[in-house]
């Protein structure tokens, strides 16, 4: 077979993968698998529904584990994720640094003054609060005994007010967006960036009605099928345009909506305000939306990381958007589209072939029988590069079992070292 190659010029949010820099990406290579020399569509084995009509995968085999012999008993589930084609899809990962930093922050707050708030940071009353709430039930909190005594060293040099930021090294940063205060923040757990945006105070989160009063708690999402009015005044499809205008503004592009829920909330019985709340807020009150989303392209989702088995979330209210969170932002390069998948039997053959012959490099622990109870087809970004600046999301066959988890590519065969699977 050969490849067709054309290069197209991507102008739908749709046809974008999450980008995380600070400009779009203007082309993306696309080539098409089933494309042959003479324009034909070749049917290709590219579908994962051809992989839900398995349902269990049970075998026996004898391996060795340093130098001794090991049974290895199988009783897998079969899964396979809901996409529907077969895609391989090269990005660049943006770096964690200064100039990252500002470029989200600014995209997310605009001209607004932006304030640290990591711990060295943290007013006098933001540490106070947080050590009385160790210290009220100490006996049985689990906070960690050295960050309590974090606590205790920033609080004796703290200030009143937050310091604003000129030089963005740190990880957490607040700032105000009309009149309420927003957490920004950056991390890197295990090797992925992550990017959260969360409202400050939580009470905030509750119609306006309910600001002020207790009573009012969250209860999260809920069905817009079951007729309960939404007192927000953006539709759910203009909410998802402020959620990607927003993502857009910090450099992040291709968003992939999965699922739209109702964000509600229930207030509770207060006595003081029971003649209020029967009229304003009766029952179960909806009042904004969750998104369920991620990365993705054509509407297929590619997940953040191998511990992710969420969909990432955003939430928009009255106030816009409220919380937003992403994993792995990327920059993508080049898509591959409608590519063959390998039949089960030689996926079978290839994990057996390395329990048989390598359990050794993937478990530390010996076991009387390894057992495997799991087989799962995923995308998964695999690492390209020592720096792990550039990757690849691909569809990949995972085997889990007694603490051990075996990566093998969908496309060939071939078994990806963990360390490289993000």
Excluded at 42 to 66: L, M, S
Excluded at 231 to 260: D, P, Q
Excluded at 359 to 368: F, I, M, P, R
Aim: glycine share 8%.
């Amino acid at each position: 077979m050969r490849r067709k190659k054309i290069m197209v010029w991507v102008l739908a949010a749709g046809m974008f993968l999450m980008a995380g820099c600070s400009k779009k990406a203007d082309k993306i290579e696309i080539v098409d698998e089933t494309q042959t020399g003479s324009g034909e569509v070749e049917k290709v084995q590219d579908d994962f529904a051809q992989f839900r009509e398995e349902e269990k995968w049970v075998d026996e085999i004898q391996g060795t584990y340093h130098g001794e012999n090991a049974g290895i008993s199988v009783k897998a589930d079969i899964l396979a994720t809901e996409s529907t084609q077969s895609m391989v899809v090269e990005v660049k990962r943006p770096a964690l640094n200064e100039e990252y930093r500002k470029s989200v922050l600014k995209g997310a707050f605009g001209d607004a003054d932006i304030y640290y708030h990591d711990i060295a940071h943290w007013t006098t009353e933001e540490l106070q609060r947080e050590l009385e709430i160790y210290e009220s039930d100490e006996e049985n909190n689990s906070m960690d005994p050295e960050y309590k005594k974090a606590l205790r060293k920033y609080l004796k040099d703290s200030k009143d007010e937050y310091t604003k930021a000129d030089v963005f090294d740190v990880d957490e940063y607040i700032a105000s967006r009309n009149g309420i205060w927003y957490e920004l923040s950056f991390g890197q757990e295990e090797g992925n960036l992550k990017v959260s945006f969360a409202i400050l105070d939580t009470r905030k989160l509750k119609p306006k009605g309910l600001w002020e009063h207790a009573s009012g708690t969250m209860i999260g999402g809920s069905s817009l099928e079951e007729g309960i009015e939404n007192r927000c005044s953006f539709s759910a499809e203009e909410a998802k345009k402020e959620v990607v205008s927003f993502a857009e503004k910090m450099g992040i592009y291709n968003l992939t909506f999965k699922e739209t829920q109702g964000l509600c909330f229930q207030p509770a019985y207060d006595e003081k305000n029971a003649e209020w709340e029967k009229k304003e807020f009766s029952g179960e009150v909806m009042a904004g939306y969750e998104f369920l989303l991620g990365t993705g392209i054509n509407d297929e989702v590619l997940f953040g990381s191998k511990e992710q088995s969420f969909l990432q979330m955003a939430w928009v209210t009255e106030e816009g958007v409220v919380d937003f969170a992403i994993i792995n932002p990327v920059e993508v390069e080049r898509v591959t589209e409608h590519v063959p998948l390998l039949p089960l039997d030689k996926i079978k053959e290839a994990f057996l072939l390395e329990l048989s012959e390598n359990l050794d490099a993937h478990s530390s622990t010996k076991y009387g029988v390894f057992q495997f109870t799991s087989l799962k087809l995923d995308y998964l970004l695999q690492i390209k590069d020592s720096s792990g600046s550039e990757g690849t999301y691909l569809p990949v066959w995972v085997l889990k079992g007694d603490g051990i988890q075996i990566y093998v590519n969908a496309i060939d065969g071939t078994v990806i070292p963990e360390e490289d699977i993000r």
